[in-house]
């Protein structure tokens, strides 16, 4: 397996590469290959002299997106991010041109933001709205700020496609969202995105909590932990991070 998964990181080795490369006898690297090779797990490229993965490879990956759940995937995850940082971890994804939460785990203090599964919520007055937001190509992001009305929820609302789009470049740079009161007065909210396969931002996770306890000078303590478990959920649903495929 460990010769697998050398291979499959740097395809078009030869023999005496992969056997240097490892540290093995060049006579243990090829019985290793031709035991995968006989799987269909990699394949001789004749005419170059090279190995490469196998369609195998990418049958069982496949098989393995298969029986991946996005919710049960992140339950660890947010109950981690959860006791991490005190707050209410949350999971969400795009639904036409609304954040859809789909799990959350509660903090136990008394004061405590509450998104139960099913809540919508708009985009751009939302933390994890706007970190898919960030992720989207101009022409999907024009296309659902021209079918949406920002509305304003409190002074701090963003309110102008100017002002969003502003916004957005700074969460894109930066890699996690911030949703400062811009929901609810008092609460604010710190967003980072999930990726797919494809390195396409598929869901967002967050932490929410009232402004007392998640202030600013708390923001890039919390920023960490919300990055850190939105990149483990991307492994764990075999995506590739921002940072590998960009």
Known sequence: MAVFEFLSEGQGKTLSTLASEL?????????????LEGRGLVEFDQFDQVWHV?????????RFLKRTSLVERARPILRRLMEDTGETANLGIEQNGHVLFVSQVETNSSIRAFFPPGTLSQMHASGIGKALLAEMDEVRIERLLSDATLEEFTEFT???????KADLSTTRTRGYAIDGEERNIGMRCIAAPVFDINAEAVAGISVSGPTSRVGTD????????????????????????????R
Do not use: C, H, M
Request: aromatic residues 6%; charged residues 10%.
């Open 218 to 245: 708390q923001i890039e303590q919390f920023s960490k932990s919300v990055v850190a478990a939105a990149n483990d959920l991307t492994s764990a649903i075999g995506g590739a991070p921002k940072s590998v495929a």
């Open 54 to 62: 196998g369609p195998r490879a990418f049958i069982i990956g496949a």
């Open 23 to 35: 540290d093995q006898s060049p006579a243990t690297i090829y019985r290793i290959l031709v035991t």
């Open 158 to 164: 963003l309110t102008s496609q100017g002002a969003l």
